[in-house]
């Protein structure tokens, strides 16, 4: 199959490729489409043959759940039931977050199939915010089913062309809505009553933090159990392996922690790039990027985080990545977990 890119730089080409996205959609087709957070693969929640499509193009097993998108705030209604005693804070999080990088765990509606949820009784589902997506779920109409655009178990791809180099030749149509501004995906929270406040446990960190949630519930963060997790994951984002680059990784703790192999040729994937944290001059690394440059921000790391991973996977002169440890704070606690997954392979 050829795969197509669908620009969206000029008001016409918009159109255009709004118009091609829609009418994929509708005819039970899989779109890889731009969101805030990382691409997503697309295709009509609500058609077990089109979501299929998608676990096929991605080679993801069928007991890992996909991502719903709502077009407009109230159609949550439409896929998820929301239990009378977590009513307050489910419109509190919608009011506040959406649209944007927060996806929420809620017991799912008869309508979704369970090919969407991974045989599970809830279903994971989000607002997105990007003009072009907006434009086209506006259009399509009904809720989508986006998980993120990459081959199972890979790194999750930021722009059209990180698309394109993982699912050439599997998917029809890539609609380029330029580099995502957030690049990490959401925030998962499973919301369920609780004693005094209801319970947030974030199944999977992301842009939206601790910090923005605990004013609305009591937020707790879910154990990883790698061996129950890979056989039946509550949030399978959370599978070993996950995020991974083809080289191999290694994720220090201290700069003393580092010993190199004879002949290797190592990148070092520093935080903020200063010499005072003591991994830059801890050793001659052959190449360094840094995450976030001069600043030390989290945001802006978690932004550049795969645009610098697929950056380091390429580079022929490199044969293995060792990266910092990421501050275990705010978006850094989305970075260190999947520098801690990819680093399994290492
Ligand atoms: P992706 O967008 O590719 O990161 O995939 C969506 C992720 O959402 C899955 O891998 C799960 O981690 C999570 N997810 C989706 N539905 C559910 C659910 N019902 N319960 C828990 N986690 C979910
Ligand atoms: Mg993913």
């Given at each position: 199959?050829?795969t197509?890119?669908?620009?969206?730089?000029s008001e016409?080409?918009?159109?255009e490729a709004v118009?091609?996205?829609?009418?994929?959609?509708q005819?039970?087709?899989?779109?890889a489409l731009?969101t805030?957070?990382?691409y997503g693969?697309a295709?009509?929640?609500?058609s077990?043959?089109?979501v299929e499509?998608i676990?096929?193009a991605?080679?993801?097993p069928?007991?890992d759940p996909?991502?719903v998108h709502v077009?407009?705030?109230d159609?949550?209604?439409?896929v998820?039931?929301i239990?009378e005693?977590?009513?307050k804070a489910?419109?509190q999080?919608?009011?506040?977050?959406?649209?944007g990088?927060l996806?929420?765990?809620?017991?799912?509606?008869?309508?979704?199939?369970?090919?969407?949820?991974?045989g599970?009784?809830t279903?994971?589902?989000?607002?997105?915010?990007?003009?072009v997506?907006?434009r086209?779920?506006?259009n399509?109409g009904?809720p989508?089913a986006?998980?993120?655009?990459?081959?199972?178990g890979?790194?999750?791809p930021?722009?059209?062309?990180?698309?394109?180099?993982?699912?050439?030749g599997?998917i029809?149509?890539?609609i380029d809505?330029?580099?995502?501004s957030r690049g990490l995906?959401?925030t998962i929270?499973k919301?369920?009553?609780?004693?005094?406040?209801?319970l947030?446990?974030?199944?999977?960190?992301?842009?939206?933090?601790?910090?923005?949630l605990?004013?609305?519930g009591?937020?707790?963060?879910?154990e990883r159990?790698?061996?129950?997790?890979d056989?039946?994951?509550?949030a399978p984002?959370?599978?070993?392996?996950?995020?991974?680059?083809?080289k191999?990784l290694?994720?220090?703790t201290?700069?003393g922690d580092?010993?190199?192999?004879?002949g290797?040729?190592?990148?070092?994937l520093?935080y903020r790039g200063?010499a005072?944290?003591g991994?830059?001059?801890?050793y001659?690394?052959?190449?360094?990027?840094v995450?976030?440059p001069?600043s030390?921000?989290?945001?802006?790391?978690g932004?550049?985080f795969f645009h610098?991973l697929?950056?380091?996977?390429?580079?022929?002169?490199?044969?293995?990545?060792?990266?910092e440890?990421?501050p275990?704070?705010?978006?850094?606690?989305?970075?260190?977990?999947?520098?801690?997954k990819?680093?399994?392979?290492?």
């Open positions: 199959m050829e197509v890119i669908a620009r969206t730089q016409v080409d918009t159109n118009r091609s996205a829609v009418s994929a959609l005819s039970g087709e899989v779109v731009p805030e957070t990382v693969l295709a009509d929640a609500f077990p043959a089109a499509k676990f096929a991605k080679d993801r069928s007991f996909l991502i077009h407009h705030k159609a949550i209604r439409d998820a039931e239990p005693e977590i009513k489910v419109v999080l919608i009011e506040t977050f959406w649209p990088p996806t929420l765990v809620l017991p799912k509606k008869p309508a979704v199939s369970k090919a969407v949820t991974g599970l009784d279903v994971a589902v989000r607002q997105c915010d990007h003009p997506f907006h086209i779920i506006r399509f009904g989508l986006a998980p993120s655009a990459n081959l199972f890979r790194m999750s930021t722009s059209a062309q990180a698309v394109m180099d993982q699912l050439e599997r029809p149509l890539i809505g330029g580099a995502c995906e959401s929270l919301i369920e009553p609780g004693e005094k406040k209801p947030f446990t974030v199944l999977r960190p992301g842009p939206i933090t601790e910090v923005e605990k004013k609305f009591k937020v707790v963060f879910a159990n790698a061996e129950v997790e056989s039946s994951p509550e984002g959370m599978l070993e392996n996950h995020y991974a680059p083809n191999p290694r994720l220090l201290s700069p580092f010993s190199p192999e004879n290797k040729r190592y990148a070092l520093s200063q005072k944290d991994y830059l001059e801890s001659e690394w052959d190449h360094i990027s995450l976030s001069g030390g921000r989290v945001a802006e790391a932004t550049r610098v697929r950056q380091l996977d390429a580079m022929e002169e490199i044969d293995e990545i060792i990266s440890p990421m275990d704070r705010g978006v850094g606690k989305a970075l260190l977990e999947k520098l801690k990819a680093a399994v392979k290492g």
